[in-house]
T-cell receptor, first 117, second 115 residues
Framework: AQTVTQSQPEMSVQEAETVTLSCTYD???????LFWYKQPPSRQMILVIR??????QNATENRFSVNFQKAAKSFSLKISDSQLGDAAMYFC??????????????FGKGTKLSVKP | GAGVSQSPSNKVTEKGKDVELRCDPI?????LYWYRQSLGQGLEFLIY????????KSGLPSDRFSAERTGGSVSTLTIQRTQQEDSAVYLC?????????????FGQGTRLTVV
């Protein structure tokens, strides 16, 4: 079974600084996707960034980028120029791209990010 | 509506009662997912709908949990004879087609408290 581990329950960053959130996963599959979701106090999960396992190039979305290390099964999220609005819970998630469980998201337990003004 | 809508936003129920949670997906989205977010367990997959069919119900924790989707649109998650361990936030998501090749859009969830 696939698992996702986020080893940092809480992180803090100064406004305008850079922070990296860690995520490791375990799978024997070769065709999968990895995601980072943001959950503000409103509870609504918002997709931050998505990475397809077959793509070697790291995904980027504006101030958000990932460091995808497939062999190490690591998928960290870097937030540059942190803003107060970035404060939220961040979840790393895995999804198989085939078979009966295709599309079912497996989430880590989350990292609570605080941004200090 | 513009996004996924869930109702009620909060629900308090007595142990042993039945509850129904509703999800209105984004119009035209064929795939719909239910997840449960509880303090001790994190986010867990419950069920996946493609149209009105549920090809994957593997995440439903017990036979007290059931879900249906009608007209390829609205979905209802029903919990019978609620227990205190059912207390959680229930999140619904929809996507244009089956994940993960597209984006899922989540609702704001229903916080269920069983007293």
């Amino acid at each position: 079974a696939q698992t996702v581990t986020q080893s940092q329950p809480e992180m803090s960053v100064q406004e305008a600084e850079t922070v990296t959130l860690s995520c490791t996963y375990d799978t024997s599959e070769s065709d999968y996707y990895l995601f980072w979701y943001k959950q503000p106090p409103s509870r609504q999960m918002i997709l931050v960034i998505r990475q397809e396992a077959y793509k070697q190039q790291n995904a980027t979305e504006n101030r958000f980028s990932v460091n995808f290390q497939k062999a190490a099964k690591s998928f960290s999220l870097k937030i540059s120029d942190s803003q107060l609005g970035d404060a939220a819970m961040y979840f790393c998630a895995y999804s198989s791209n085939y078979g009966g469980s295709q599309g079912n998201l497996i989430f880590g337990k989350g990292t609570k990010l605080s941004v200090k003004p | 509506g513009a996004g996924v809508s869930q109702s009620p936003s909060n629900k308090v129920t007595e142990k042993g009662k039945d509850v129904e949670l509703r999800c209105d997906p984004i119009s035209g989205h064929t795939a719909l997912y239910w997840y449960r977010q509880s303090l001790g367990q994190g986010l867990e997959f419950l069920i996946y709908f493609q149209g009105n069919s549920a090809p994957d119900k593997s995440g439903l924790p017990s036979d007290r949990f059931s879900a249906e989707r009608t007209g390829g649109s609205v979905s209802t998650l029903t919990i019978q004879r609620t227990q205190q361990e059912d207390s959680a936030v229930y999140l619904c998501a929809s996507s244009p087609n089956r994940l993960p090749n597209t984006e899922a859009f989540f609702g704001q969830g229903t916080r269920l408290t069983v007293v």
